[in-house]
């Protein structure tokens, strides 16, 4: 599974819209893209996925450049409620495996 | 979606004994996965569980130490063996279908202490 780097934290305010990048130089052909959002004391929630181009969802928009070596999860407009650990992941799901492999993800801090 | 539920949400055990933690979920689903998460540290995969297999464990994480058991589509247990304060630790469930693997729902977590 592609190895993945983003910023450790970030700090924003509220009503900013908020730009993680998460680098995958190694990424495979067959590899997705997917982000989940941690709430302290709760388990990892889905927030979107996605291959290249463009995926946007209710909650957040994923930017993924021709290359794939890198993805942006953007978030608009964020409130204090948006503080959280956010991973991003990389992985193919071959065979009857489907695993997550979690990186070290990064803490937003939003300020009001 | 899918709702996951874990028993116990959080023990204090003695080293030398074992827990089992239960995670139970509102719909069948194929795939479960166990995670282990220390406190401001990211997810360890411990192991996949996936309906009509044998439970897959990851580099560092032995049968013997976390016996897992998947009897059906909405149910599954870790045991986590011979506990050492090591073993303190948060375990989260988490579980997902085939045809979406990447979107996979978490349980809230068994927060174990061992002493």
């Known amino acids: 599974l592609a190895k993945t780097t983003q910023p450790i934290s970030m700090d924003s305010y509220e009503g900013q819209e908020v730009n993680i990048t998460c680098s995958h130089n190694?990424?495979?052909?067959?590899?997705?893209i997917t982000w989940y959002q941690q709430f302290p004391s709760q388990g990892p929630r889905f927030i979107i996925q996605?291959?290249?181009t463009k995926v946007t969802n209710e909650v957040a928009s994923l930017f993924i450049p021709a290359d794939r070596k890198s993805s942006t999860l953007s978030l608009p407009r964020v409130s204090l409620s948006d503080t959280a650990v956010y991973y991003c992941?990389?992985?193919?799901?071959?065979?009857?495996?489907?695993?997550?492999?979690f990186g070290q993800g990064t803490t937003l801090q939003v300020k009001p | 979606s899918a709702v996951i539920s874990q028993k116990p949400s959080r023990d204090i055990c003695q080293r030398g004994t074992s827990l089992t933690i239960q995670c139970q979920v509102d719909?069948?689903?194929?795939?479960m996965f166990w995670y282990r998460q220390q406190p401001g540290q990211s997810l360890t995969l411990i192991a996949t569980?996936?309906?009509?297999?044998?439970?897959?464990?990851e580099s560092g994480f032995v049968i013997d130490k976390f016996p897992i058991s998947r009897p059906n589509l909405t149910f599954s247990t870790l045991t986590v063996s011979n506990m050492s304060p090591e073993d303190s630790s948060i375990y989260l469930c988490?579980?997902?279908?085939?045809?979406?693997?990447?979107?996979?729902?978490f349980g809230p977590g068994t927060r174990l202490t061992v002493t």
């Open positions: 988490s579980v997902g279908q085939r045809d979406s693997p990447y979107e996979q729902y």
């Open positions: 190694n990424i495979a052909t067959n590899d997705y």
């Open positions: 996605g291959y290249k």
């Open positions: 992941l990389v992985g193919a799901i071959s065979g009857n495996t489907g695993k997550l492999i």
């Open positions: 719909s069948q689903v194929t795939m």
């Open positions: 569980a996936n309906q009509g297999s044998e439970a897959t464990y």
